[in-house]
């Protein structure tokens, strides 16, 4: 299927039940695979109770685990709220030189007592660390993120 000015989509059904137990679709520069696993009946509903999350390389699969479904029930509080940013109060603007390494920006910062060259990404959601920095500095890993 394919939605109006969208990408080519496959649901893969299962042919007895409906139920959806594949959903395929272009991510990026390749084939993502959502696969739905372990369905469980709540109050007369399937839901999935494992979900994974592929780009066909199976070391780095993403699954998803519900614990827990609640239906028409009320919602903690602390479910939608707004994530606080976490910040520091310094007494006085901070320069940062932005050095130019071939077609990539890249800042020098420092992690404990050492000083790393960090790439500089604008559109990113989060800090990435090489895993040698994370050992290096005595941090806890979490995650992992395949490059290419």
């Not at 109006?4 to 989509?9: L, S």
């Not at 959903?23 to 109050?43: K, M, N």
């Not at 029930?73 to 940013?85: I, R």
């Not at 790393?116 to 941090?139: H, K, N, P, T």
């Amino acid at each position: 299927m394919t939605a109006p000015q969208g990408e080519p989509e496959t649901l893969v059904l299962d042919v007895a039940s409906a139920r959806p137990l594949r959903e395929e679709y272009i991510e990026g520069d390749g084939p993502l695979t959502v696969d739905f696993d372990s369905y469980r009946e709540i109050q007369g509903h399937l839901f999935p109770w494992q979900t994974t999350i592929s780009d066909g390389e199976h070391a780095f699969d993403f699954v998803e685990t519900t614990e827990r479904v609640s239906i028409d029930g009320p919602l903690p509080d602390d479910v939608f709220a707004p994530f606080v940013p976490r910040y520091f109060e310094l007494d006085a603007p901070v320069s940062i030189p932005i050095v130019e390494q071939g077609a990539h920006l890249v800042c020098d910062a420092t992690v404990g007592t050492k000083t790393y060259r960090f790439l500089i990404d604008s559109g990113a959601s989060g800090i990435v660390l090489d895993s040698r920095i994370v050992r290096e500095q005595r941090m806890r890993e979490e995650g992992s993120l395949e490059v290419r």
